[in-house]
C-alpha cells in the first residue's frame, strides 16, 4: 500500500539514505533535475542533508511516498520567496523511482503540495518538466501550461533538453457565492436575454471581437443552427432570470475535427466573478464528455486575467498565443488559446 507523507526535519534526516536512493535512481535513468552522471548514492545523500536544514528553516516542504517501509517517490515545495511574492512557493524535485511509475504515486504526491501550500497561504504554484510523462501529470492535475524554453538545461549523460513552466492558482473564486444557480438548456424564450448579454460584451469588452451588435432575428437563426447541428446552448438560471450562457459548435468544420469543439461563455456584468462562467464551462465540459467529444478549445483575449484564470481552475492549459492578431477599441489585441483533454 503506498502512503504519502509530509517529512519533518527529523524525519527527513532520518529517511536520507531512502530519498537518496530515489534521486540517485531518477538521475540514472536520465531526469533532468539539475544534477549529472555518474551520481552516486553518497552524492545524494549529501543533497537531502541540504534539504532537511531547509526543512527545519521553513523554506521547503518535504513529501515522500512510501511503499509499506520503502521510500518510492519525494517531491519538494519550495517556500523561500522573495518579499514582494508572498502568495507564491515552486514545485520542485518530483521524483518517483524506476520500480514506481504508472501507479498514480507522482498525482497523489501532487495532490499534497497542494494541500500543504494552501495551509500556508501559498496559492499561485510554478514548476518546471523536461518530461512528457510529467507534463501529462501535471495537465491532468489541472495545472496550466505558461512557458516553453528550449536548449534550457543537459541531461545527466550530456545533450541539451528543453523545460516547460506550468502554473497552478489554488485561490477561491472571489465574488458572491451563486448557490443557486441553475444551468440548463436553452429554449427561444430565453433569446432576449441572451441577445442583452452578447450585445454588452461586444459594447464594452474586448470579450468578443466585433462592433456589430446582433438582434433578435439573428439570435433565433443561431439557436436554431446549434441545435441542428447537435451543439448545446446553456443558460445559467438565478433568480428566475438568465444570468448567462454559452455554446461549443465544432472547431473546424473539416471531418478530422469531429471531436475537438470550441466553446464561448457570456455572464451578466453584475453576474461576472461570482462563478456563473464556472458553472457554464463545467456544464459545457460534461455535455462534450456525455457526447464522447475529445477535447474542448477556448480562445481568449490575452489581457482577460478573469477568463483565464477561469480556464486554469477548470482545467485547461494555454497552448498557443497569437499576438496582435486582433483589434478593438483601437488597441491590437492577443489571441490565446486554452485546451482540456476530454478523453
Request: charged share 25%; glycine share 10%; net charge neutral.
Amino acid at each position: 500500500m503506498i502512503t504519502i507523507e509530509t517529512l519533518d526535519a527529523a524525519a527527513a534526516a532520518r529517511h536520507a539514505p531512502g530519498l537518496a536512493a530515489v534521486l540517485a535512481d531518477c538521475v540514472r535513468n536520465g531526469a533532468s533535475v539539475s544534477f549529472m552522471n555518474p551520481y552516486a548514492q553518497a552524492d545524494a545523500e549529501t543533497f537531502f542533508a541540504g534539504v532537511a536544514e531547509q526543512v527545519a528553516r521553513g523554506q521547503t516542504v518535504l513529501v515522500a511516498a512510501f511503499l509499506g517501509e520503502r521510500i518510492i517517490g519525494t517531491t519538494q515545495l519550495g517556500l523561500d520567496m522573495p518579499p514582494n511574492q508572498p502568495h507564491r512557493a515552486d514545485v520542485k524535485k518530483m521524483l518517483v523511482h524506476s520500480d514506481g511509475r504508472r501507479q498514480g504515486i507522482a498525482a497523489s504526491m501532487l495532490r499534497r503540495l497542494e494541500e500543504e501550500a494552501l495551509a500556508r497561504g501559498r496559492t499561485l504554484l510554478v514548476l518546471d518538466t523536461a518530461s512528457d510523462e510529467a507534463k501529462r501529470v501535471y495537465e491532468r492535475g489541472g495545472w496550466s501550461r505558461c512557458g516553453h524554453i528550449a536548449d534550457y538545461a543537459l541531461l545527466p549523460d550530456g545533450g541539451l533538453c528543453d523545460t516547460t513552466y506550468y502554473v497552478k492558482d489554488l485561490s477561491p473564486p472571489k465574488g458572491t457565492p451563486v448557490s443557486k444557480v441553475a444551468v440548463r438548456n436553452a429554449t427561444e424564450g430565453d433569446l432576449p436575454a441572451i441577445r442583452d448579454i452578447l450585445n454588452e460584451a461586444i459594447r464594452t469588452t474586448t470579450a468578443v471581437w466585433t462592433d456589430d451588435p446582433v438582434d433578435l432575428h439573428s439570435r433565433h437563426i443561431w439557436l436554431r443552427d446549434r441545435l441542428a447541428a447537435g451543439n448545446p446552448v446553456l443558460v445559467a438560471i438565478d433568480g428566475g432570470e438568465v444570468v448567462g450562457f454559452g455554446s461549443y459548435l465544432q472547431f473546424r468544420s473539416w471531418d478530422g475535427y469531429r471531436n475537438a469543439v470550441e466553446h464561448s461563455v457570456y455572464v451578466r456584468p453584475d453576474r461576472r466573478g461570482s462563478g456563473v462562467g464556472s458553472a457554464l464551462v463545467d456544464a459545457l465540459i460534461a455535455y462534450a464528455k456525455a457526447a464522447g467529444k475529445h477535447v474542448i478549445i477556448g480562445g481568449i483575449e490575452g489581457k482577460n486575467r478573469a477568463s483565464l484564470r477561469l480556464h486554469r481552475r477548470a482545467g485547461f492549459i494555454e497552448v498557443g498565443r497569437m499576438p496582435g492578431i486582433g483589434e478593438k477599441f483601437g488597441q491590437r489585441l492577443d489571441l490565446v488559446f486554452v485546451q482540456k483533454q476530454l478523453g
